[in-house]
C-alpha cells in the first residue's frame, strides 16, 4: 500500500530534538510538525526487504565479472614446458583483471 504524501505537510521544518523545550506551554502546531518530521524521515529510510534485495542483486552480479574469461581447454603437459607455462600465467592474470571489474 503506497501512503499518501500531502506535500504541504513536507513542507515543515526539519526535526528539531530540542523542542519542545522543557516546562514549555504545549504548542500543537509545534509538535504537528515534529511529528510529520520525523515521519517524513522514517518514510525515506531504507527497510530491510530493500537492503535484502540490494545485496542479493549485487551478488547476483559478481559471478558475471569472469563470464568473459574463456577455460584454458587443454591438459597439463607431463614435462616442464615453458609456453604452456606462459599461457597458465596469461590466463590467470586475465582472470585476475576481470574479477577487478
Known amino acids: 500500500m503506497t501512503p499518501v504524501v500531502n506535500l ?8 528539531d530534538p530540542t523542542k519542545p523545550a522543557t516546562n514549555s506551554p504545549n ?3 509545534e509538535m504537528r ?18 537492503l ?3 545485496i542479493a542483486n549485487a551478488l547476483s552480479q559478481t559471478s558475471n565479472n569472469s ?3 574463456s577455460t584454458l581447454g587443454q ?20 582472470l585476475i583483471n576481470a574479477l577487478r571489474r
Open 52 to 54: 535484502n534485495n540490494a
Open 67 to 69: 563470464n568473459g574469461v
Open 27 to 29: 504548542s500543537s502546531a
Open 33 to 50: 510538525s515534529q511529528l510529520t518530521s520525523l515521519n517524513a524521515d522514517i518514510q525515506q529510510r531504507a527497510t530491510i526487504n530493500d
Open 75 to 94: 591438459g597439463a603437459d607431463g614435462s616442464y614446458n615453458q609456453s604452456q607455462m606462459q599461457m597458465l600465467f596469461d590466463k590467470l592474470d586475465e
Open 8 to 15: 504541504n505537510v513536507l513542507t515543515t521544518m526539519p526535526f
